[in-house]
């Protein structure tokens, strides 16, 4: 049980420190250094200035659950926290009451309003962390800014030092940890010198490409941590005193079956159309080139990619059909006996 129940902490990512007491500190707010960063501005001299963002076990659950909720609907919400150096520390996050679709979420006046009014209300129970960024989700296809987001964060960063956010709630569920980004516009007339590229590679489904290549060199991303604080590590005990045997008895086979069909159907078109690019490149003599062998090194990486995901399903689950499989049969045979 209580490798299980490692398991469910470690569900968060593969590297969530449990901090000291005293490393609870992460939680005080300082008013005036605060406001001393935000005086100086230092983002506003290098576009680069922040790397590093660490969210608190109990704000990265908000986030997930809110995500998961949405089904294939993206979902948007705040995230509170401060800045420390050239990082930055979200203690807590909340939901936002918008409509969103498959495709996109915008905040509403009525949204915006709820903000004003949970700040209000967090202030006046001497909780004085700022709203650092918001969070939305990208419901199976990945962890990126699309035009729309670009637009949001921009359009945000007029109140700096503001984060995005991005969870993926189905290839969460899939691949057994959090999949998350976080990311930072440049500034309009900025440009980047060479190539901004993820060091973690990204399925994209085919319908998105597009979006996803047309804006990549507007943003950067951040390297995200996680930590607990000694009351998240009471408040995920008490979790997992409610809801293990659910978490044990799931299986990401079953619970994301929509989604393992969408990734197969997806993957069986980038097939077609490199096979197709093979063929018109060889009629037409060009036996070279980096594009088609590029395509189908994509092609080849997300199908690893896809079996490797289905093969920890599948191993899960006859895992726990050996442990647990004869527990029924053996307690049917104790009480006859």
């Not at 230092?42 to 790397?51: A, I, L, S, T, V």
């Not at 948007?76 to 909340?94: C, E, P, R, Y």
């Amino acid at each position: 049980m209580s490798a299980a129940q490692k398991a469910w902490g470690k569900f968060f990512h593969n590297a969530v420190k449990l901090v000291d007491p005293h490393r609870d500190a992460l939680y005080s707010y300082d008013v005036a250094e605060q406001k001393a960063i935000t005086d100086d501005q230092p983002w506003r001299r290098d576009p680069h200035h922040f790397k590093h963002v660490r969210i608190s076990a109990v704000a990265l659950l908000k986030m997930v659950m809110h995500a998961r909720s949405g089904g294939s609907l993206e979902v948007m919400g705040l995230m509170q926290g401060k800045i420390a150096g050239d990082t930055f520390i979200v203690t807590d996050a909340f939901r936002l009451p918008v409509e969103g679709t498959e495709t996109r979420v915008n905040a509403s006046d009525e949204a915006n309003e709820y903000v004003i009014q949970y700040l209000q209300s967090s202030r006046d129970n001497n909780r004085l962390d700022n709203a650092v960024g918001w969070y939305h989700s990208h419901p199976g296809y990945g962890c990126w800014l699309s035009g729309i987001d670009v637009a949001t964060q921009m359009a945000q960063q007029f109140q700096d030092p503001f984060l995005a956010v991005v969870v993926d709630p189905d290839r969460t569920i899939s691949a057994g940890k959090v999949e998350i980004g976080a990311f930072r516009t440049y500034p309009k007339d900025y440009k980047p010198l060479g190539s901004q590229e993820d060091d973690e590679y990204q399925t994209i489904p085919l319908a998105k490409i597009e979006d996803f290549g047309a804006h990549a060199s507007q943003y950067y991303s951040l390297e995200v941590s996680h930590y607990k604080s000694t009351l998240d590590a009471h408040l995920l005990e008490l979790l997992w005193n409610k809801y293990w045997v659910s978490t044990l008895s799931q299986s990401p086979l079953f619970t994301n079956r929509e989604y393992s069909s969408k990734q197969m159907l997806d993957l069986s078109q980038k097939i077609r159309n490199a096979e197709k690019s093979i063929q018109a490149n060889s009629r037409g003599g060009q036996m070279g080139g980096r594009g088609k062998h590029g395509q189908m090194d994509k092609v080849i990486r997300d199908s690893n990619k896809i079996a490797g995901e289905e093969i920890t399903g599948l191993l899960a689950g006859e895992i726990k059909a050996k442990l647990f499989g004869g527990v029924g049969a053996a307690a049917r045979g104790e009480s006859a006996a």
